[in-house]
């Protein structure tokens, strides 16, 4: 899984809780995402980082946050505004610099909210 | 608004045979379009990957065929093989902000 790493695998909340999600990457990329996948809707973006303390907001992120404060860690909390949060939540990260594209996925965390 | 639609949802070959999905996009101003493989309860690897200025590149049994004019581009997987069971996902994006946008998905299984 290419230097990325998060936790943990499963991870079970009740409703109305707050949690986060780790994601750690030792490969000196520049940049960092968050992804939601859920069965037969692909891969889609919550938020991103391109460099330390600032990231913007992808296509569905209501209901989640992120802080960016060490070039290497992307943590990803789930709040209770998020309407249906259960799903598989993926990490990556990616070179800026260079002419590779290639964005580098961690295992996964499965959310499960009851 | 999906940007990119990826074709069939599912696909069953046996083994040995030819795997072809399909991914059609909108936006012309996409210039990279990787393949992404998944298998359960993984992330997505990257397979190959093409830019717009060629129209074919081949890696071992994977190849891409891309198709500027129709803005449709597929992934072939030749003697598909059991191990290549898994989801694949087509991709593109815009420069080097390398937001990638995901179509489907699509889930193959090759029957031995």
């Known amino acids: 899984d290419g230097g990325i790493t998060q936790s943990p695998k499963y991870l079970f909340r009740k409703e109305g809780q707050n949690v986060t999600l780790s994601c750690e990457q030792n490969l000196n990329h520049d940049a960092m995402y968050w992804y939601r996948q859920d069965p037969g809707q692909g891969l889609r973006l919550i938020y991103y980082?391109?460099?330390?303390?600032?990231?913007q907001k992808g296509d569905i992120a209501e209901g989640y946050s992120v802080s960016r404060e060490k070039k290497e860690s992307f943590p990803l909390t789930v709040t209770s505004a998020q309407k249906n949060p259960t799903a598989f939540y993926l990490c990556?990260?990616?070179?800026?610099?260079?002419?590779?594209?290639?964005?580098?996925f961690g295992p996964g965390t499965r959310l499960t909210v009851t | 608004q999906q940007q990119v639609k990826q074709s069939p949802q599912s696909l069953i070959v046996q083994k040995g045979g030819i795997s072809i999905i399909n991914c059609a996009y909108e936006?012309?101003?996409?210039?990279?379009f990787p393949w992404y493989q998944q298998f359960p309860g993984k992330g997505p690897a990257l397979l190959i990957a093409?830019?717009?200025?060629?129209s074919e590149k081949k890696e071992g049994r994977f190849t891409i065929s891309f198709n500027k004019s129709a803005k449709q581009f597929s992934l072939h997987i030749m003697d598909s093989q059991p191990g290549d069971s898994a989801t694949y996902f087509c991709a593109a994006s815009i420069g080097a902000d390398n937001m990638l946008t995901f179509g489907g998905g699509t889930r193959l299984m090759v029957k031995p």
């Open positions: 990556a990260s990616s070179p800026l610099a260079g002419s590779s594209y290639e964005q580098y």
């Open positions: 980082s391109q460099i330390v303390n600032d990231f």
């Open positions: 093409i830019r717009p200025d060629v």
């Open positions: 936006n012309t101003a996409f210039d990279y």
